[in-house]
């Protein structure tokens, strides 16, 4: 349609925006976004636009142990945010994720807050309107000795992709809006007043990373060594392996920035070039840390922290692929490393990155392949490392019987098998599991019937096995 006819919907969009109370700043930030949309900006970064980050150029985390007084120096001026905002709908949850069992009859909120508490370092969630209620309902149950301070993110209206005017969708209204990213969390926190209070309560620095992710805590080697040298911005990344080929990898921009392409901005024909792990070594784990004094000063400079865009298409209700198509804006907390000065990356283990977002890593990490320590702290099994296991292992379910958590819980209700010496698992069909079952090396099962198979109680697998 014509760009002027399609401005024609900006009204639409600013007065649906003020009627659900958002700010001027969060309308105004919506605005600039709808622009680019108009003009047909797409977000994509091209190949061409960037070039590869090398492993010389970037800190390794073993390399920092040093800095660890520094660290702990720090902790009192240092605040852990963690982003709550998500749903978990890829595993059929209508609820926050923070609320399922991770790990040892813990939730993921649980397992955080007492991670928090032995640290002594304070904790803030960002929710989302999907998730602040429930959230504060499952605190006032908690009940925990130090409860989190909370803000809630910003929303924007879905698009609809016939006409770019605001969707609407009277079955479900609220399906009418988007949180926009976890790249929303500055602008959140400064309209919130959080920022203001967390300056004025003398705290500097700021780890942020998703809720989801277990292995991502306060660090006294990173906080010191981002502390020491005074960086504005410090992200995590991890060496990628064939498995990581979607993740967002760090690039630098030939002015000598730092960037972040996700894979939502890597045009179709350069896909490639995107996955290639030889040449794009280093991916976000989505840690990142943050100089809260820079932040409001950047607030300062400009006003509103434009991100690149991500332009994702999607249907207006995702659990229904045949309702209207609209597009969600969105952008992402790592692409803030090309705003700021003073910015690097660190190389980081993968013990720090055990991100949940399917069934598939619910079962890792719910499965002996991890361990709780006595603070909390999640771990790799001593004993996978000690046989000379790699720290993560592929999994890969039947989405039609182990997609959604009760799926996945109802084939496993007797117990999880072991799977500490475990390389990778498979399974096709319906398999039910009795208790005591170990799996052992690389083993696919598969079932081929109607009905449904049952792996017997005390079984070790260490072959495939087809039913």
């Known amino acids: 349609m014509p760009e002027s006819e399609a401005v024609g919907n900006l009204p639409a969009f600013v007065a649906k925006m003020q009627k659900e109370g958002l700010q001027p700043l969060v309308i105004e ?24 980050v090398e492993s010389g150029e970037i800190e390794d985390f073993k390399n920092l142990k040093k800095y660890a007084a520094a660290g702990q120096h720090a902790l009192d001026r240092s605040v852990r945010i963690v982003l709550n905002g998500g749903l978990g709908t890829t595993m059929g949850l209508t609820g926050p994720k923070s609320l399922i069992e991770a790990k040892n009859g813990k939730t993921f909120l649980e397992i955080i807050l007492t991670q928090s508490e032995n640290s002594g370092v304070r904790l803030v969630l960002m929710n989302s309107f999907s998730t602040h209620d429930e959230t504060l309902a499952a605190l006032d149950k908690i009940k925990p000795s130090s409860t989190p301070q909370q803000f809630i993110q910003h929303k924007f209206p879905k698009i609809r992709q016939q006409d770019l005017a605001p969707a609407t969708w009277p079955q479900n209204p609220e399906l009418e809006w988007n949180p926009p990213g976890h790249g929303d969390v500055f602008t959140a926190l400064n309209t919130s007043g959080m920022l203001k209070h967390l300056l004025e309560s003398g705290i500097r620095y700021a780890f942020i990373h998703n809720l989801d992710n277990l292995g ?3 660090e006294k080697s990173l906080l010191g060594y981002f502390a020491e040298n005074r960086l504005s911005f410090m992200m995590e990344v991890a060496e990628k392996t064939p498995a990581d080929i979607k993740g967002g990898h760090l690039a630098r921009l030939h002015n000598g920035r730092l960037l972040l392409r996700e894979a939502a901005q890597c045009p179709r024909d350069e896909i490639t070039a995107f996955q290639d792990i030889t040449r794009y070594r280093f991916f976000n784990t989505n840690n990142i840390w943050i100089h809260l004094e820079s932040l409001k000063t950047l607030f300062e400079k400009e006003r509103t922290i434009n991100l690149p865009m991500i332009l994702n298409p999607k249907p207006v209700d995702p659990r229904n692929v045949a309702s209207p198509p609209v597009y969600q804006i969105e952008t992402a907390m790592g692409a803030a490393i090309s705003l700021f000065d003073d910015t690097t990356a660190v190389r980081v283990p993968r013990s720090r990155f055990f991100p949940v977002k399917s069934c598939n890593d619910l079962l890792a990490l719910r499965s002996d392949c991890y361990v ?33 958590i009760d799926l996945l819980d109802r084939r496993f209700k007797e117990g999880l098998p072991s799977l500490v010496d475990c390389e990778s698992l498979s399974i096709e069909g319906d398999v039910y599991f009795e208790s005591g079952v170990t799996i052992k090396d690389r ?18 697998i260490d072959r495939d096995i087809i039913f």
């Open 216 to 218: 991502a805590r306060m």
């Open 443 to 460: 083993v696919s099962i598969k079932n081929s019937q109607r009905s449904r198979a049952s792996i017997k109680k005390g079984t070790v």
């Open 372 to 404: 709780l320590e006595e603070n909390n702290n999640l771990q790799v099994n001593p004993k996978r490392l000690a046989s000379g296991r790699a720290d993560t292992i592929k999994i890969r379910l039947d989405p039609r019987y182990y997609g959604i």
């Open 29 to 52: 930030t919506f605005t600039y976004y709808y622009h680019k949309v108009l003009t047909g900006e797409t977000g994509l970064i091209y190949d061409r636009e960037i070039q590869p």
